[in-house]
């Protein structure tokens, strides 16, 4: 590909012209053959008659020939004379049209090189005008000559790529200055929030400018591009003109945005998200390594017992727990065919709800399996937390999953375990629908930009189950397993612990999710151990950064 080449401007619109006689032009080599072995006979459909019709391998002669008239035809601006040299008249008629009507082509010269049996590379020099804009754009691409099997001509067998080598079916080669342009992303105050300050969103940064690029001021430029049939952008191929980037702003803080990455610094591996309960909105999304897989937003992980928040709105609001009220916490249960335990094998006896969510109790759930209907986790986390719809975030996500199960792993879903998939983006979605007792989906480009539709979910947590579940929160975070992480905050706060069991790895993913005041927050350090000794402290941070 020559595509390097500089622009070149060109003074109104020239002939079309056509290199394709002398030597030094047309290489084609190789022995031409008389082709007598390919000859044979059929009967040609109409009048009775037998006509001769050409078979066999081509001559050399005969594709230098068919090569020489179809490029010439091309390159002149005949697409119906070119279409005619091919084994698809129709589709070749109207691609070669419209390759020189859409991407503006004034002036075109074609190049053969020497044939590689029926392949014949050649080289395209294209001068462009667009309006007042020109340029010149230059590649290498291919075609084959075939034998047309009705008629014993060689013909061009046609093919998208003929016209480029990029081009496929369906697709079109345009020049215009309609493509998507770079965009600068700024945060919710219009700090900028530039990929080499802020590695861990490079991909996020790239990703949304995709998305809606085409939605800011931004410009971009001229350009060659192939087009898919509904006109989005495939590849750009030549950049004609400097684009200008527009200003994308997010819902992303950048103060919090650089606690949160500091916060999981020096991390083997660790992921942080910070959310807005009253609104939704992505404060920070974080990432350790910064360059690796982003599992603030698509991880899927075994979220343990945080994903306790769910079941717990579910068990009160079902009558089958409350606050204050004796709970069953034995050392052991045993629910289809699996004998459940606590950490350490604790118990708790004669204790009430409160100190088993405190506590993280996973049998105080756990035996309330038999009075539940398998569906019954799946429905609450959907309709009441969001989970599992279609978030509309403005950048790739994924957006958690509770599964319908039965048996043991029903009763595992209870604590997080199962089939149950989070990340802290969902995570701390769910912590913010327990603050604000309305599931709001996160979003970090602002519906705004492009009128998109968000998740809701169907309905909102009762007022007495959102009191209750508050209660607990806080009493965790006050004095439960969250409150060595969460000591210093205080007013509005809420947290729970998690400590995912993984077959093979010695030890548990580590999850802590909390809120304080209007700002939630979730974090998950794989492989490390409990949630409030190694995810604890991270949240922790980006809730003091946040103001929460």
Not at 393 to 409: E, H, I, K, L, R
Not at 433 to 453: E, H, K, L
Not at 528 to 539: C, Q, T, W
Request: hydrophobic share 35%.
């Amino acid at each position: 590909m020559r595509d390097t080449q500089k622009m070149a401007v060109i003074g109104g619109v020239a002939a079309a012209v056509v290199g394709l006689t002398g030597v030094g032009v047309y290489a084609l080599v190789g022995s031409d053959g008389d082709g007598e072995d390919g000859k044979g006979t059929v009967s040609a459909a109409g009048d009775g008659k037998a006509r001769e019709v050409k078979k066999g391998p081509l001559s050399a002669e005969e594709v230098r020939t068919a090569a020489k008239e179809f490029l010439g035809a091309w390159a002149q601006g005949e697409p119906k004379k070119a279409a005619a040299l091919t084994d698809d008249s129709g589709e070749a008629g109207k691609a070669l049209a419209a390759y020189r009507s859409k991407a503006h082509v004034s002036k075109l010269a074609l190049t053969p090189k020497a044939a590689e049996g029926e392949k014949v590379p050649f080289s395209a020099t294209a001068h462009l005008s667009y309006g007042t804009k020109s340029g010149s754009w230059s590649y290498d691409s291919a075609l084959e000559i075939v034998r047309d099997t009705s008629t014993g001509k060689p013909v061009v067998d046609w093919k998208p790529s003929v016209l480029h080598p990029k081009l496929k079916d369906g697709q079109s080669i345009r020049t215009d200055e309609k493509g998507t342009p770079p965009v600068e992303a700024v945060d919710r105050n219009g700090k900028p929030l530039e990929a080499s300050a802020h590695p861990t969103l490079a991909r996020v940064i790239t990703d949304i400018g995709k998305r809606y690029g085409d939605k800011t001021d931004g410009s971009p430029g001229l350009q060659v591009r192939i087009v898919d049939a509904k006109g989005k952008t495939k590849h750009v191929l030549r950049q004609l003109t400097k684009p200008s980037p527009g200003k994308l702003k997010t819902t992303l803080d950048a103060g919090v945005q650089s606690a949160a990455e500091k916060a999981v610094d020096g991390k083997s591996k660790a992921a942080v998200v910070a959310i807005k309960p009253s609104t939704g909105e992505i404060l920070a999304v974080a990432n350790a390594p910064a360059k690796a897989f982003n599992i603030a937003l698509s991880g899927s992980l075994a979220p343990g017992s945080t994903m306790k928040v769910i079941s717990s709105a579910m068990l009160l609001d079902k009558g089958l727990a409350s606050p204050g009220k004796g709970h069953p916490c034995p050392k052991y249960f045993e629910y289809g065919g699996w004998k459940f335990h606590n950490d350490d094998k604790f118990e708790i006896k004669g204790g009430t709800f409160s100190q088993s969510f405190a506590r993280s109790c996973n049998t105080a759930f756990i035996s309330q399996a038999p009075k539940l209907k398998d569906d019954d986790l799946t429905k609450e986390a959907r309709d009441v937390f969001g989970i599992g719809l279609n978030w509309q975030t403005g950048t790739g996500t994924f957006d958690g999953s509770v599964p319908v199960q039965s048996d043991a792993q029903m009763a595992s879903s209870l604590i997080g375990q199962g089939g149950v998939r989070m990340n802290p983006l969902n995570m701390a979605s769910v912590a913010a629908t327990a603050q604000s007792g309305t599931f709001r989906q996160p979003v970090i480009v602002p519906a705004s930009v492009d009128n998109r539709t968000l998740a809701k979910a169907s309905r909102t947590m009762k007022p007495g189950v959102h009191k209750d579940l508050k209660s607990l929160m806080k009493l965790t975070a006050q004095s439960g397993t969250a409150a060595e992480a969460m000591s210093g905050l205080s007013g509005d706060i809420g947290a729970k612990t998690g400590s995912a069991e993984v077959d093979g790895q010695k030890k548990p993913n580590a999850w802590f999710t909390a809120y304080s005041g209007d700002v939630a927050s979730a974090a998950v350090v794989p492989a490390s151990g409990h949630g409030g000794e190694n995810a604890g402290p991270i949240v922790k941070k980006v809730l003091q950064a946040a103001g929460g």
